[in-house]
């Protein structure tokens, strides 16, 4: 089984890089975040003329999250918490016997500010939700964009971006509680050493040519997929492409037994 993850920073402008990918990399998976587009607008055809069925939740220009997939998705959930007022931040379903999150945590803006104070909440609702509905002694896959990068080796310039959103001791000692609670990250499980970045910010001038980046992007994974996981690795070739993401994708594939 091969599952990726990907923010595409507008799904309609990034077609034809992710549609390419999709028939290169054939994955049974892909998570995306960030579609930036309302549910009426989403690109159904494009992933039916692909192979893929997809479950979605947007809204205008804002946010948004997908899952594609080349099997059913089941059990489909929309929303982290009741509220009207409620971004397109979360969804969940089941494909099979596997139950799959995928997410678009809030950057934070900057730090003492409403929208950071609004991360910190949405991450707490987020793990709450884990413990209620889950068990972490059962196969469960969380991925998505969580715009934390947890070690100074997960980003080019620690020191620079110390206690900044996105590199902030209150949003570490959150992702660290679902690593408590019994969620692995599978790129670091792997590959223990620096330097490998999903994201590169477009206002860094040749950012992604001097590899000036974060990895921000997550494939978590309870204990029984951990023990399966083969192989996880980043794609960087789709950020190199003309008009790409500021993200790229990144990949698990797993034993199916």
Not at 87 to 110: M, W
Request: hydrophobic letters at 40%.
């Amino acid at each position: 089984m091969k599952v990726a993850t990907f923010n595409t920073n507008s799904i309609r402008a990034r077609l034809p890089i992710i549609i390419d990918w999709l028939v290169r990399e054939q994955p049974d998976m892909l998570l995306v975040q960030e579609t930036k587009v309302q549910d009426k607008d989403f690109p159904v055809d494009a992933f039916d003329d692909a192979g893929y069925q997809v479950a979605f939740r947007g809204q205008k220009s804002y946010n948004g999250v997908a899952i594609i997939s080349r099997s059913p998705l089941q059990d489909v959930v929309r929303n982290l918490y009741e509220g009207e007022d409620e971004e397109a931040r979360f969804i969940s379903g089941r494909i099979g016997d596997l139950p799959v999150i995928n997410v678009y945590v809030p950057q934070g803006f900057a730090p003492g500010t409403e929208k950071f104070h609004y991360k910190l909440r949405w991450m707490e609702m987020l793990l709450s939700h884990l413990e209620r509905k889950y068990n972490a002694g059962d196969p469960l896959l969380v991925a998505g964009d969580f715009n934390v990068a947890l070690e100074p080796i997960d980003l080019f310039d620690p020191e620079g971006y110390r206690g900044e959103a996105g590199y902030h001791p209150d949003e570490q000692k959150l992702m660290r509680r679902f690593f408590d609670w019994g969620l692995v990250d599978l790129f670091r499980k792997q590959n223990p050493g620096g330097g490998h970045y999903t994201f590169w910010d477009y206002r860094i001038p040749n950012g992604f040519k001097r590899n000036m980046g974060w990895r921000i992007d997550y494939i978590l994974a309870t204990a029984p997929l951990v023990e399966k996981c083969t192989r996880v690795w980043i794609d960087t070739e789709p950020r190199a492409k003309p008009k790409p993401s500021d993200h790229t994708f990144l990949i698990a594939e797993f034993n199916r037994g």
